[in-house]
């Protein structure tokens, strides 16, 4: 399975940005997408995630902010973030695995597959 994460960029706080993940090659076998993210000098965390099974799981300070979604016909995965804040800036990672989301969704060792980062960067 093959990631790519696109859809980051500069905005003002009060923005909004929407992210993408797009996966190739043997999609069917997933059944779980979560966003993460990094900032410098911090461990990698996760901001949401979404699967078949399971309704969409988010941390709590992005909670009524992002939206998760799945486009499944297209193999597409999006990240709706409103309403951005100067915390929010990182390099953001969408991963993708065989399980469900479950209760220990946030953790990156979670995730099989990985994308490349974008960068998104919210000026106060």
């Known amino acids: 399975v093959q990631l790519q994460a696109s859809g980051g960029g500069l905005v003002q706080a009060g923005g909004s940005l929407r992210l993408s993940c797009a996966a190739s090659g043997r999609t069917f076998s997933m059944r779980a997408v979560g966003w993460f993210r990094q900032a410098p000098g911090k461990e990698r965390e996760g901001v949401a995630c979404?699967?078949?099974?399971?309704?969409?799981s988010y941390i709590g300070d992005v909670k009524g902010r992002f939206t998760i979604s799945n486009d499944v016909a297209n193999n597409v995965v999006y990240l709706q973030m409103d309403n951005l804040k100067p915390e929010d800036t990182s390099v953001y990672f969408c991963?993708?695995?065989?399980?469900?989301?479950?209760?220990?969704?946030?953790?990156?060792?979670?995730?099989?597959?990985w994308g490349q980062g974008t960068q998104v960067t919210v000026s106060s």
């Open positions: 991963a993708a695995d065989s399980g469900w989301c479950g209760s220990q969704w946030y953790q990156p060792r979670r995730f099989d597959f």
């Open positions: 979404v699967s078949y099974s399971d309704g969409p």
